[in-house]
């Protein structure tokens, strides 16, 4: 672990590459450390998911939206079609407050970066929780953690 699970509203597959966020956010957790100095999560570990959610319901559906009328020009449906993305973060215990708040701090302001042109189109929620353990059963098989071990 840590693994990031993006949640998001399908019509965002229009407008932007989930791809390209996955990357660039795997990228930014691999760069925080902590107190030490030292990398917080494993290369190995770190995994980025996103999923879009074909059926979705956000807030009173779309109605202040259009009563706005900004974002009309979207041809995505931008001012009556909100969008929303869920990132959920897990990770194992251990870690201090300050280095959750610092990794939280890090992943939301790669998010606000990239979805900032979205958020220029249309209206969007983004949300970011963090959960940490205890895990009542945490398994792991996998051959990727020997790639990233020094000799």
Do not use: W
């Not at 693994?3 to 590459?17: F, K, M, P, R, S």
């Not at 107190?35 to 559906?61: K, S």
């Amino acid at each position: 672990m840590p693994h990031l699970v993006i949640l998001y509203t399908g019509q965002l597959d229009a407008e932007v590459n989930m791809t390209t966020l996955c990357r660039q956010m795997a990228d930014a957790m691999l760069t925080v450390q902590g107190e030490n100095g030292q990398p917080v999560f494993p290369t190995g570990g770190t995994r980025v998911l996103a999923y879009p959610a074909p059926h979705y319901a956000v807030a009173d559906g779309g109605a202040a939206g259009l009563a706005a009328g900004v974002y009309a020009h979207n041809p995505h449906g931008g001012a009556g079609d909100y969008a929303f993305v869920y990132l959920n973060l897990r990770m194992g215990r251990g870690r201090s407050e300050a280095v959750q708040q610092g990794a939280g701090q890090t992943l939301i302001e790669v998010a606000k970066a990239f979805f900032a042109p979205t958020m220029a189109q249309r209206h969007i929620g983004i949300t970011l929780q963090i959960d940490v353990g205890p895990e009542v059963f945490d398994a792991k098989h996998s051959n990727l953690h020997p790639l990233f071990q020094k000799a």
